[in-house]
């Protein structure tokens, strides 16, 4: 750790330039590797939240009336500022959720440049000119909806808040952003990023508080004209519910449980071992993690061996290690809801082939790498996501029946596949249902490509132009 680093020991919401730290009911937020507080979360009251409503109408007026190349320059400066801040921004967020050092650097360097990618995209948010007769014209404008209100998780605490803040802004947004509460300090850094690039304090608040009651004060103004949220299922299905009263513009990425498919004509060796070290990143705590494991029946043995073979030789400990390569699990819930999961997979009968227990290393949230293979459908780990680092793996005969078990959930995220056979590979792009397809690849995540799902894991993207889109208005100009 950085001899100079030092985790605030307070912290809380940013309104209008005053960062507000005292005077307000608080909660601990604590090291998920050791169980010790970090700091104290200073949480918003009622009025907090209406002067950020008033902060992000009054921002809104300020930001939009900036130039797109002024807009762009501010932007790329806070890219900059995130890239001289890495480690310093890595560490934090290594202590509040848990990750490994390694992926939380990997983490700040991808939001620097996906921040330096919406600058360039703030200078191409462009309309278009429709042929009319001499002396007439029809335009299409694209204009900013208005002041933003974004709601992300605890899992990727660097990333989660820039996806938010920087398309809102490069679109000429306002935003209010609530991160969550486990790790406000990596929110925080990422805030500070932006605000000392040169945005407006009024153009970006930072809030904290009880979800329930943030997002019931939040969403009821008028005044906020778009809602962003990363989460469950179930909670963004509320945020629906409460977006529609006021008709907002939503984003919803809810995450997903995906299948892999892993077809005989793979390196099964090389191909196990890519997606198990994909499906312990961030101890499985991951929207995109590869889950479900369909493969075909003449290699599952060969496969699960060699996934257990890297499984087993997981190094767990506290992130902040050189030599960890899964930390702890978030939060309590998590612990929970592996066990749960678990045991109810054993009692359908699953075979439990690793791990499904918690790891006794200190006093932190540590559960061991898990795999269960032979995995009945009637397990509820079948169709709830685990969010955590259990691994199911069952066995199919043909492509039909893979496909069948791939499409059979209500989530569409993400889904893999691994096959050397280029018609297959077709057909899988043509019949898989979810936003995001890895084939012979893990990597879903690009800062010029959209990300988001389908069905019930939501709608709208995030990243590459796609991004800008749920923050701009389409208007129609006739003249004559």
Not at 290 to 304: A, L, N
Request: net charge neutral; aromatic share 6%; charged share 20%.
């Amino acid at each position: 750790m950085q001899e100079s680093f030092e985790y605030p020991s307070a912290l809380g919401p940013q309104l209008g330039g005053d960062w507000i730290t005292q005077g307000r009911a608080t909660r601990a937020v604590l090291d998920p590797a050791t169980g010790d507080q970090l700091g104290e979360l200073a949480l918003a009251s009622d009025e907090d939240l209406d002067r950020a409503i008033a902060a992000a109408e009054l921002g809104f007026r300020q930001w939009r009336s900036v130039a797109p190349a002024a807009r762009a320059s501010i932007l790329s400066t806070a890219a900059r500022l995130v890239h001289e801040r890495l480690e310093t921004v890595a560490i934090t967020a290594t202590l509040e959720q848990g990750k490994p050092l390694a992926e939380a650097r990997a983490e700040a360097s991808y939001v620097a440049s996906l921040i330096e990618f919406l600058a360039g995209e703030a200078m191409r948010i462009h309309g278009r000119v429709l042929a009319r007769p001499p002396g007439a014209r029809s335009l299409v404008l694209k204009e900013p909806v208005g002041p933003a209100v974004a709601f992300c998780p605890w899992n990727f605490p660097i990333l989660g808040p820039a996806r938010k803040i920087a398309p809102a802004l490069a679109a000429g947004c306002s935003i209010i952003l609530k991160p969550a509460e486990e790790t406000p300090a990596s929110a925080t850094c990422i805030a500070r990023c932006f605000l000392d690039a040169g945005v407006p304090a009024n153009a970006l608040s930072l809030v904290f508080g009880l979800p329930d009651r943030v997002a019931a004060r939040l969403l009821a103004s008028p005044t906020i004209r778009a809602l962003s949220f990363t989460g469950s299922v179930t909670v963004g299905k509320e945020l629906l519910r409460l977006a529609a009263n006021t008709v907002k513009r939503t984003t919803m990425e809810l995450g997903g449980h995906a299948p892999v498919l892993v077809f005989d004509d793979c390196d099964i060796e090389v191909t196990a071992a890519k997606l198990a070290m994909a499906k312990f990143r961030n101890a499985g705590q991951v929207c995109v993690s590869p889950t479900r494991f369909y493969v075909e029946e003449g290699i599952c043995d060969r496969f699960v061996k060699a996934f257990l073979t890297k499984t087993e030789a997981l190094k767990l400990g506290p992130g902040i290690e050189k030599t960890t390569t899964m930390g702890p699990v978030a939060n309590p819930r998590r612990i929970a809801a592996m066990e749960g999961l678990v045991d109810d997979a054993r009692k359908a009968g699953a075979c439990l082939a690793a791990g499904g227990e918690r790891a006794d290393l200190t006093s932190g949230l540590f559960y061991r790498p898990t795999v269960l293979t032979h995995v009945p459908l009637a397990a509820r780990a079948m169709s709830e996501e685990p969010f955590g680092p259990v691994a199911l793996i069952n066995s199919f005969r043909n492509v039909e029946e893979a496909l069948h078990q791939a499409n059979r959930l209500p989530y569409g995220l993400a889904a893999f596949a691994f096959t050397e056979n280029s018609r297959r590979q077709l057909l899988l792009q043509e019949n898989l249902e979810c936003g995001l397809l890895g084939i012979n690849t893990l990597a879903l995540s690009a800062v010029d490509a959209p990300f988001g799902g389908v069905k019930e894991s939501g709608h709208g993207a995030e990243d590459g132009p796609e991004g800008l889109e749920p923050y701009l208005l389409t208007k129609a100009v006739h003249l004559a």
